[in-house]
């Protein structure tokens, strides 16, 4: 070396190159270190964890779902059942309506035939099975099926005026329409 060259001092950055290596650049949003090991296992079972609670809770809301469907689905093929079963009664509950309007002596026979009328009325009734259509009431599509039309200035304006063939319904549920005929 020559006393008159100034003396060459290394870089300390150039020095830390020559040993690591040149740095690679980092990813937009990426830290420059690396994180430690075993919080990264943290992290990934964190996920792993959150995951399978997420399915949990999502397959325990599926099963509830199916519980309450399958209840209702069962309330209603129960009440469509019993329903259907009560239509079939109606034409004998009929009979009786008519036969009742007739006069009948005071026998056995007449007290026989009030008893038997009065216990099946009082059994469908338990059952939950109501009378529908009245003369006076207001008519309405939903429970009444109109054949026949009368104009009476004694009764109001779209008013059943005679009931034909009397309606029935189990709750919500129609089992037979009201036959009637309305007026004005």
Same mark, same amino acid.
Request: zero cysteines.
């Given at each position: ?81 019993? !329903?259907?079963?009560?239509? $079939?009664?109606?034409?004998?509950? /009929?009979?009786?309506? &008519?036969? #009742? ?59 059943? !005026?005679?009931?034909?063939? $009397?309606?029935?319904?189990?709750? /919500?549920?129609?089992? &037979?329409? #009201? ?6």
């Amino acid at each position: 070396m020559n006393k008159n060259e100034p003396e060459m001092v290394p870089d300390t950055e150039e020095m830390l190159l020559e040993e690591t290596g040149p740095e690679e650049p980092a990813e937009p949003g990426e830290a420059a270190e690396q994180p430690a090991p075993e919080l990264f296992e943290t992290e990934v079972l964190t996920q792993k964890l959150d995951e399978q609670n997420d399915k949990y809770l999502r397959l325990m809301a599926e099963y509830d779902n199916f519980r309450k469907r399958t209840q209702k689905e069962r309330g209603d093929a129960y009440s469509s059942a019993t !329903a259907g079963a009560v239509a $079939k009664f109606l034409p004998v509950l /009929d009979n009786f309506d &008519r036969a #009742a309007q007739f006069p009948r002596p005071d026998d056995d026979f007449g007290k026989g035939f009030d008893l038997i009328y009065q216990s099946l009325k009082e059994t469908l009734a338990a059952m939950g099975v109501e009378e529908i259509g009245k003369p006076g009431e207001e008519f309405n599509p939903e429970y009444h099926n109109a054949v026949m039309h009368i104009e009476d200035e004694e009764l109001g304006e779209n008013v059943v !005026a005679a009931v034909l063939q $009397k309606g029935y319904k189990m709750g /919500d549920k129609i089992i &037979r329409y #009201a036959m009637v005929q309305t007026a004005n």
